[in-house]
């Protein structure tokens, strides 16, 4: 069975004008559907406005379609009873972290998830241990996470997810705000997640790089699914993309323009391994 | 030299347990004209130091000079400086607070005693820079997506009209074509109007194309300061603070490595392009070529 299944799935944003009667609809997303098996590993990209977030708020049900169905793990998202349930099946960690950590040292924030869930004292603890060794903020625990810089503050809000160890975390830009390094250690981290514990990640982004370690991509336009493939296919399209407001890895880019530039080697290429084997093979 | 940094340190929570010190002796110039990346490890102070070109942070010793003279003098007008140095947050999407998006916009201009209309005419005009369409302008900043919140931010600052504009990570958060088009926009306020860009960034990639001098932080201290191209040859010891050179940098390192003789140095798709061109052009003349 698929862990997240959404069927002709639409949601209007409502406004309620101060001055008029009238409600405004603001359509964010408009009748999509798909299934995303346990364990799989989905990017999302799409320009900004495009509806990814608000897609990845139907997945833990912080919103509810308003119309089709969303389901995770066979439960519907829009029977309140079942929230709960929804919520430790489905972690999140948003764009911007400062909204997220709660805690006044590190690891209380950290501990603040895994507390909710009635489990020992002893257990709390070497999850967060374990949580904050994983995005490599151990040595900060003790730390205000107020006090941290902006890059250190978005692992504290990841280790407060991978703490409650929930089958499906889904990522709206998590690493928007890390060195090339930390960005590096982040990645790492959700592939470690999805690859040995077997963790379904929805990870949205900007960082066409970062795409290429997915089973699958999304592109969003303008709240619909424009695109869907494996990275090699939809970096196959250059052009495409760029009318999507999208973009290519680097490596991508460098090996489309050779081509157009009569080099003969293949479209599509992901790595520099494959472009320098295509150059000096 | 428009601005100067002398011997700064800054420590935050001076004599507590908490103390970090995130500034460690700097000293700096920066000109009129100059489009300045800096860049640097999570922690290792870009923002703390940014914060000082506007006199929002006060060093803990050391000197801060605008046009020559003390930012911390007595009688200095901090305010005037901060309408010349325009600077926006790492997360400026905290700023909004309007209730609308133009309203937002013009909140700095009406801080310079402009008439509404001349208000008016700034916001929107920073908010065609920044990509917003008319359509948003009456919408709640709190309604918008992640990305054209920040574009709003930007415009905020844009519509002062600043002499050197500061941007802590301006792009994260945006989607390639708003990335490029931000800082197309930038680059052109920059040549046209001779404004002073420091551009904060972890996208090694944007500061290779847009910045004429590099300057790289490690562990509260300046570690590099020169021209792109020179600070990236050095991409071994970037590494070793947390950083990376840009893509191509590693595509023309592994393809000279394998014979192809490049120029390592190229760090755009466009230098490496045409590198690659002409080194396989060469590659083949030497093959075809007489006996
Ligand atoms: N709270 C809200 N109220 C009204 N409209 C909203 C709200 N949040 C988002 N929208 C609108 O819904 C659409 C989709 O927004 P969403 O945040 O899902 O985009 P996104 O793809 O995540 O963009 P970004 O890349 O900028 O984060 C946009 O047009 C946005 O303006
Ligand atoms: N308000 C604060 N109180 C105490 N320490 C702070 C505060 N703000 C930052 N620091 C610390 O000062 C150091 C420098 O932080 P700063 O925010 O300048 O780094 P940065 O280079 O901008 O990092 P990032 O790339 O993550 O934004 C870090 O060790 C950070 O933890
Ligand atoms: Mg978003
Ligand atoms: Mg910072």
């Not at chain 1, 504290?156 to 499906?168: F, L, S, T, Y």
């Not at chain 1, 494996?230 to 680097?250: A, C, G, N, W």
């Not at chain 2, 110039?29 to 914060?51: D, V």
Request: glycine content about 8%; overall charge negative; hydrophobic content about 40%.
């Amino acid at each position: 069975m698929s862990i997240i299944r959404a069927s002709r799935l639409g949601f209007d944003y409502i406004k309620y004008n101060d001055e008029s009667e009238d409600a405004e609809k603001v359509k964010a997303i408009s009748d999509i559907s798909f299934e995303i098996e346990k364990g799989d590993f989905i990017a999302v990209l799409g320009h900004n406005g495009s509806g990814k977030s608000t897609l990845a708020k139907h997945i833990n049900a912080l919103l509810v379609p308003t119309s089709g169905t969303m389901w995770i793990d066979g439960v519907n998202t829009a029977e309140e009873d079942e929230l709960w349930k929804v919520r430790q099946k489905a972690g999140m960690v948003f764009q911007n972290p400062d909204n997220q950590i709660i805690g006044t040292v590190v690891d209380e924030d950290v501990a603040f998830g895994p507390e909710n869930l009635g489990i020992s004292t002893e257990d709390i603890w070497s999850r967060v241990d374990e949580a904050l060794g994983k995005v490599g903020m151990l040595g900060f625990r003790d730390r205000s996470p107020n006090r941290l810089s902006g890059g250190q503050k978005q692992r504290v809000a990841i280790a407060g997810v991978v703490a409650m160890r929930p089958e499906c975390i889904v990522l709206d830009e998590p690493t928007a705000m890390l060195d090339p390094n930390g960005r590096r250690e982040v990645l790492e981290v959700i592939r470690e997640l999805n690859k040995k514990e077997g963790v379904t990640v929805i990870l949205i982004t900007h960082y066409m790089e970062e795409v290429i370690f997915a089973d699958r991509v999304f592109v969003m336009d303008s709240g619909e699914i424009a695109l869907e493939g494996t990275p090699r296919e939809i970096f196959s399209k250059v052009d495409e993309l760029k009318k999507l407001r999208l973009t290519v890895p680097q490596v991508t880019e460098l090996a489309h323009e050779l081509r157009k530039a009569g080099v003969e080697i293949p479209e599509g290429i992901l790595t520099i391994d494959e472009l320098v084997d295509a150059l000096c093979g | 030299m428009l601005i100067e940094l002398k011997d700064v340190c800054y420590t935050y929570g001076d004599g507590t347990v908490y103390e970090v010190k995130a500034l460690d002796h700097i000293n700096l110039g920066i000109s009129e004209g100059e489009f300045i990346g800096l860049i640097g490890h999570t922690g290792s102070g870009k923002s703390t130091l940014i914060q000082h070109l506007d006199g929002l942070i006060k060093p803990t010793s050391g000197e801060v000079l605008f046009e020559g003279k003390n930012i911390w003098s007595e009688g200095y007008d901090l305010r005037s400086l901060r309408t010349h140095v325009g600077l926006v947050f790492q997360y400026p999407e905290n700023q909004l607070f309007e209730t609308d998006v133009i309203t937002d916009v013009m909140f700095g201009p009406k801080n310079e005693g402009l008439t509404p209309a001349e208000c008016e005419a700034r916001a929107a005009a920073a908010l065609r820079q920044v990509g917003i369409p008319e359509e948003l302008y009456k919408v709640s900043p709190f309604d918008l997506s992640g990305g054209q919140k920040r574009r709003v931010a930007v415009a905020g600052v844009l519509a002062m009209d600043p002499e050197v504009l500061i941007l802590d990570e301006p792009t994260a958060g945006l989607d390639p074509a708003g990335r490029d088009e931000l800082l197309n926009q930038i680059r052109h306020l920059r040549d046209k109007r001779g404004i002073t860009v420091v551009l904060v960034s972890h996208s090694m990639e944007d500061v290779a194309l847009y910045a004429n001098r590099l300057i790289v932080m490690d562990e509260a201290k300046i570690a590099f300061d020169g021209p792109p191209r020179k600070v990236f040859a050095r991409y071994r010891e970037l590494e070793k603070m947390g950083l990376a050179a840009p893509e191509i940098t590693y595509i023309m390192h592994a393809l000279r490595s394998r014979g192809l003789r490049v120029d390592t140095g190229a760090i755009t798709v466009e230098e490496a392009k045409r590198s690659i061109l002409m080194a396989l052009s060469n590659r083949n003349s030497m093959k075809d070529g007489p006996l």
